[in-house]
Each structure stands twice: as C-alpha cells, then as structure tokens.
C-alpha cells in the first residue's frame, strides 16, 4: 500500500508525525506523552485522487479573452453568445477556471481539443 496522505490522532489530521510533534510538543514532558499516545492512537488515513476538471483549449483562450467581472456582468446570454456555444456543460467549468486563474490556483486542466 502507498504511503498516508497523513494521520489522524485524537480527530485532529496531522500531514505527519513529524508535524504534530512540531505542533503539539513544548517541553521534555509533553514529549514523553506524546510518543506514547502516537503510538497507541495514530491512525494513517490516505486521501483518494479526485476526478480533475479539464477544459479543451480552444475555450481556454477564448476565455482568456476576457476576466470574471466582465462575465458576471454579461450574465448567461451574453455569455452564450460571446462563445458561441450552444451546450451547457462548459459553463460552470469556463468559471471555475477564470476563477483559478484569479485565485492564482488550477482548478481546471487545459487539454488539447
């Protein structure tokens, strides 16, 4: 089996036992503690991959064209008609890309198509 993604002790995640040690220990006391309740009552969880959102390239860039204000301005028709697009299943993912975008994180892949 792979490694954990990280542990649980005591309903608090922790990325590593290394971390909750940096976290939770303060003193030569503490330290003694902790190592036993890691010992008892850690338990690794691991974190299933998550389906990622892709968008063809084409409408990446046309969606680069413009930014998310000017979308929440123009509302859903205009925004059909800026695309051209007539199917409904890219609109929540050309928003969470802008939106991405935005934040400075990938939230949507581009792929060629």
Excluded: C
């Amino acid at each position: 089996m792979s490694e954990p993604s990280g542990y649980l002790l005591h309903g608090t995640a922790f990325s590593s036992k290394e971390a909750a040690f940096e976290i939770l220990v303060h003193n030569h006391e503490q330290e003694l503690r902790f190592h036993k309740l890691w010992d008892e009552d850690a338990q690794p969880y691991y974190f299933e991959s998550q389906p990622q959102l892709t968008i063809p390239k084409s409408i990446a860039e046309q969606a680069d064209k413009t930014d998310l204000d000017t979308l929440f301005e123009w509302g859903k028709q205009e925004f059909y008609q800026w695309f051209n697009h007539e199917q409904d299943e890219y609109m929540p993912i050309i928003y969470a890309y802008l939106a991405g975008k935005a934040l400075g994180v990938d939230l949507v892949k581009v792929v060629e198509g």
